[in-house]
Structures are given as C-alpha cells and as structure tokens.
C-alpha cells in the first residue's frame, strides 16, 4: 500500500469525523436555542408533579435556563435552585460553549480538508458524506445498543469523564433541576441528537450525490 493511498484514507476518515463532529455540535445548538425540548419535557413527564410548581412558573424557568446557555452570565439566576445546581450548571455551560467553540473550529479544519480532499486526492464529496453517514450510522447503533442495556451506567460514566467535581451528584427528591430534568429527559435528548445529527449527515449525502 503506497504512502499516498494511506493518507488519502486517513483523509476521508478524519473529514468525516469532523464533519459527524460538527453536525452533532449544531444539533445540539438547535435543541438547546428553540423550544422543541423543554415542551418535549413539559409533555412527557410529570413535572408539576415531581415538583409541585405550576406550568407558567416550569415555562419561565426553562426560559431562564435557555436565555443562560446563550448570554454571558456566569451564573445561572432562578431562585428555585440552590447553590449546588446553580455551579453545577455553570459547570454545563462551560462544556457546551466548549463544544461550540469546537464546532466552529472544525468548521474551518472542514473546509480546508474537503479543499485538500476533492482537489489533491479525487475524492468526490458525496463520498465523504457518504463515508460519514455509514460512520455514524455504526456509531449510533451502537449507542442505541448501549441505552437499551442501561442508559443510567452511561450517563454516570459521561458525568465521570465530563465534570472534575460531584455537583453533579444531585437528590431527585430534594433538587429542583433534578426533578425538572430526570435521567429519563437526558435519555431522550441524546437519542434526539443521535437522529438529527445522522440526519444531516444522510441529506449532506443527499445533495452531494444529486
């Protein structure tokens, strides 16, 4: 195998990841800006009743929570949470202007790597997304696999690796941003971007081979 022939595929696995990167990223960006998972939440499990708040007073709070992933507020200001969920989510939103940040960086790496790809190597773009999409489409099998045979070990091991503290470690009786957002929430939000982001990858696949 010719040196030439290896970097053309390592190349198009690291375009794809990046590119499986990024989609994830704006998926993310996307549920997190518009209301489609807080009422998702409201919907679907019982918050008045997990915490005994009215709805107009749960919609003003995913309101707050929301407006704090965007602007430039360290700390989180709803009188509802104590101080361990107030600097737990500071420590949330630390992570996930991180990966935005990530996200337009590898936005920039892309551009570059699909440049060097289609022009240096001949590969054609649909075959980048194509390469991407069946990446992915592995990956979240795998995930899936994972969630059906315990969510709750997976999502511990994510706050293990993600957070260097144990705010993390909240009681479902007695905190409110547990009792807003139960493990069940996360679940369903991660398969939701499991299914977005392979979604853009497969319509990127898409209209790249039209």
């Known amino acids: 195998m010719s040196l030439n022939f290896s970097l053309k595929y390592v190349l198009l696995i690291l375009t794809s990841i990046i590119f499986i990167f990024i989609s994830i990223s704006g998926v993310l960006f996307s549920l997190l800006k518009f209301d489609f998972i807080y009422e998702y939440n409201l919907i679907t499990y019982p918050i008045e009743e997990r915490t005994s708040l009215h709805e107009e007073k749960l919609r003003k709070v995913n309101l707050q929570i929301?407006?704090?992933?965007?602007?430039?507020?360290?700390?989180?200001?709803?009188?509802?949470?104590?101080?361990?969920e107030i600097l737990h989510m500071k420590d949330v939103k630390e992570i996930i202007?991180?990966?935005?940040?990530?996200?337009?960086?590898?936005?920039?790496?892309?551009?570059?790597?699909?440049?060097?790809?289609?022009?240096?190597?001949?590969?054609?773009?649909?075959?980048?997304f194509k390469f991407s999409s069946l990446t992915y489409l592995f990956f979240s099998i795998i995930m899936l696999f994972g969630f059906l045979i315990s969510?709750?070990?997976?999502?511990?091991?994510?706050?293990?690796?993600?957070?260097?503290?144990?705010?993390?470690?909240?009681?479902?009786?007695?905190?409110?941003?547990?009792?807003?957002?139960?493990?069940?929430?996360?679940?369903?939000?991660?398969?939701f971007i499991l299914l977005g982001s392979f979604s853009v990858n497969l319509i990127a696949f898409l209209i790249s081979k039209s």
């Open 151 to 191: 969510f709750n070990q997976i999502f511990i091991i994510f706050h293990e690796l993600a957070f260097n503290n144990d705010l993390w470690l909240l009681n479902i009786n007695e905190d409110y941003l547990l009792m807003m957002y139960p493990e069940s929430f996360f679940r369903d939000v991660t398969i």
């Open 97 to 128: 202007k991180n990966i935005f940040f990530l996200g337009k960086i590898s936005s920039l790496v892309l551009v570059s790597l699909i440049y060097v790809c289609i022009l240096k190597y001949r590969i054609k773009l649909h075959t980048i």
């Open 66 to 84: 929301k407006d704090y992933f965007f602007n430039e507020d360290e700390l989180l200001n709803v009188e509802i949470f104590n101080n361990k």
